[in-house]
């Protein structure tokens, strides 16, 4: 026998389900096939249900996997390997009631079937999937923000004064780590005329970094020319991007984005982040730190560094777990790659990953070197919600 499917009220469902409700199906052997499909539609894409694939070797003490459906109107088909005799499915519907709901449940033998996607399809963590060599690009798909739980962060930096004792590689030498009792709210520094919210330059500045929880957080604030701008809403953790969201010039090649440098500071007047005006206004920080989003994991995939002539520049890359830990014992700050008398450019793409680096971890790079030095600093993060 190929194939069959479940009958409604068996392990198929027409019924629609109230908030909360669910749809318990009932044993069936199974021994003649080798894996069940299950096919849902419906209404509510708003309430996460979960499904269960249960199975049993007597028909009476059963095991569940589940899998977590987030949208009932597009999901794709879950194929169950199925181990045991007798099989049933379940499904528990979210907060939302449904208007319409469909459950189909197919037998079959032979290896599982592909599924079908298009280019608007985007893989969770709960998309089954058959693992396969792939002609176009994975990286890509991440860029494209193709899987929902992967992203990659591109992070550089520059410093064009390291000295003789190790700084973070960042435009002002700067890259703030306070526990969690110094988050603080953040302006912009007094400035450029022109840099203001209805003026020539920059009109508004983005950040991105970790709220005093840890969680990601952005936000825009506006910049007020020649007097400090109104304190962010958000109290910062940490901040490892800044750039120009919006100004007055339409930029070119010669005119810039914004007419001075853009200063990120506390209503005290402590530095966190520069936006340099260096020939051409840059628009944008250089940061070559990041710190773990909570929820996230991270690896990093590839380094560059460059140096100024033939100077001799010692790199260290750093990480430091448990970035909220407010009384010892406290996480060490501790090297991953130290790299010693780097003159002009070194570059590393590995077979593997550095990492996992966990949720609540600050990495990053910091430099010294006998003479003053330019260096810069240009990494890739592979970031995956956990």
């Known amino acids: ?92 519907n979210g907060s939302t009631a449904q208007t319409t709901f469909r459950l189909l449940t197919k037998f079959a033998n032979g290896s599982p079937g592909s599924i079908s996607v298009n280019d608007s399809n985007t893989f969770t963590k709960t998309v089954d999937a058959q693992l396969v060599q792939t002609v176009s690009s994975h990286e890509l798909d991440i860029v494209r923000g193709k899987f929902s739980y992967k992203s990659n962060i591109h992070k550089f930096g520059a410093n064009a004064d390291i000295g003789t004792s190790y700084e973070p590689v960042s435009t002002d030498g700067v890259y703030q780590t306070p526990q969690v009792s110094g988050a603080t709210t953040l302006r912009v520094k007094a400035g450029n005329t022109n840099d203001t919210a209805d003026g020539s330059g920059a009109r508004e500045i983005t950040i991105e970094g970790l709220d005093e929880t840890g969680a990601l957080t952005t936000e825009a604030i506006a910049t007020n020319g020649t007097s400090a701008g109104t304190a962010s809403t958000t109290t910062w953790l940490r901040v490892f991007r800044a750039y120009v969201s919006s100004s007055g010039t339409y930029a070119t090649s010669s005119t810039g984005s914004h007419s001075a440098d853009i200063i990120l500071e506390t209503t005290g007047g402590t530095e966190w982040a520069r936006i340099l005006l260096s020939g051409l206004p840059l628009s944008q920080s250089q940061i070559a730190a990041y710190s773990v989003p909570l929820g996230y994991e991270a690896y990093v995939q590839d380094y560059a560094l460059t140096v100024n002539g033939n100077k001799a520049v010692d790199f260290i890359f750093f990480q430091r777990q448990g970035i909220l830990d407010t009384a010892a014992p406290y996480s060490a700050m501790r090297a991953v790659i130290t790299l010693y008398g780097v003159d002009n450019a070194v570059s590393l793409a590995p077979k593997y990953p550095f990492g996992p680096f966990p949720a609540l971890t600050d990495i990053g790079w910091m430099a010294k070197s006998a003479t003053t030095s330019q260096v810069s600093v240009d990494f890739e993060i592979l970031l995956i919600a956990t």
């Open 1 to 92: 026998m190929f194939g069959k499917i479940s009958a409604t009220g068996i392990n198929s469902t027409n019924t629609a389900l109230a908030g909360g409700a669910t749809f318990q199906g009932t044993s069936e052997a199974v021994s003649s096939y080798s894996q069940a499909t299950v096919t849902l539609v419906g209404t509510a894409s708003s309430a996460t249900g979960t499904l269960y694939f249960e199975k049993s070797i007597d028909g009476d003490t059963w095991e569940s996997v589940p899998r977590t459906v987030t949208d009932i109107t597009a999901t794709l088909p879950f194929t169950f390997l199925l181990t045991a005799p007798f099989f049933r499915i379940k499904y528990v």
